[in-house]
């Protein structure tokens, strides 16, 4: 697997993945042949890796672009493949060296990032490399989950798995990215701190700016919660100075508020409150 982002970059390398996969990047055609090739099968482990393979891609097909009427589609075949596994694992066995051979990680080499030689061992226990499969699995059965939580609980970042794959950070990162999603949470968490939803009506001229900075802020929070822990720890400290006028521009919006509402705002710096609680959490 590809354990960090620059791993592998197939730009780099003028690798397209398109033109040198043997499958069609088609589903329907992928699950049609796959369909075929079941049917002529007589052993009922190969028939069971098959059926992996076609709902696993399918997920991914339905997760590279993610929408709500997607999503459940994409966790429900997730969840087939969570169950093929311990049926696939029963008849596994540990490779032989013939097939060692074939995952060398020395062949792969000159497509990576220059840097110091890094001795890769191989897995040969099937129940390791079957764990890595399960939390693989479960790590993009949560990313389906995303467009139902709270933005408190998405900066915190949902998947919590040890070294999450740069896969199931990508995905989540795509699902958060949906057109209009940070947005509604935002106006969700405001009001929460008691933001007068007629603001945005009352007070837009004030309001629009201050929730298209915080969009464009919490968008890269959520890019960073998506990345490693390294580069995560690096970047945070960069978004305080944005959080610092953040909180100089709730202030003033939070005026606003209170010379058009007067005593019907019911607390007298929501906006501020909203932004300072989230510049504490990112500390």
């Known amino acids: 697997g590809v354990w960090d982002d620059e791993d592998f970059m197939p730009t780099m390398f003028n690798v397209d993945f398109q033109d040198s996969s043997v499958f069609s990047t088609d589903p329907i055609k992928v699950n049609e042949k796959l369909k075929i090739e079941k049917e002529r099968q007589q052993d009922e482990a190969i028939v069971w890796r098959l059926d992996f393979i076609g709902k696993y891609m399918s997920a991914l097909v339905a997760l590279s672009r993610p929408r709500p009427s997607t999503l459940p589609s994409a966790k429900g075949l997730l969840a087939k493949c969570a169950q093929l596994l311990p049926k696939i694992e029963k008849s596994a066995t540990a490779p032989s060296d013939a097939v060692k051979k074939r995952f060398d990680a020395s062949l792969n080499r000159k497509l990576l990032v220059p840097g110091p030689p890094r001795q ?53 990162q795509l699902v958060v ?107």
């Open 177 to 283: 990215s949906n057109s209009g999603f940070v947005r509604q949470l935002l106006q969700e968490s405001l009001e929460t701190h008691l933001f007068p939803p007629e603001a945005m009506q009352h007070c837009k001229k004030q309001a629009e700016p201050f929730l298209q900075r915080c969009e464009s802020m919490f968008l890269h929070m959520l890019k960073l919660t998506h990345l490693n822990r390294a580069r995560r720890f690096r970047r945070l400290a960069h978004v305080f100075p944005d959080f610092n006028e953040l909180q100089h521009e709730a202030y003033r919006l939070d005026d606003t508020l209170k010379a058009t509402f007067g005593a019907n705002l019911k607390y007298s710096r929501p906006s501020w409150g909203f932004i300072m609680g989230h510049a504490l959490q990112a500390m």
């Open 120 to 172: 890769v061992e191989p897995i040969e226990d099937p129940k390791v490399v079957f764990s890595m499969w399960t939390k693989h699995i479960n790590e993009l059965s949560l990313g389906c989950t995303l467009l139902t939580r709270p933005l408190g609980d998405l900066l915190e970042g949902v998947i919590q798995e040890d070294k999450p794959n740069v896969l199931s950070r990508s995905v989540a």
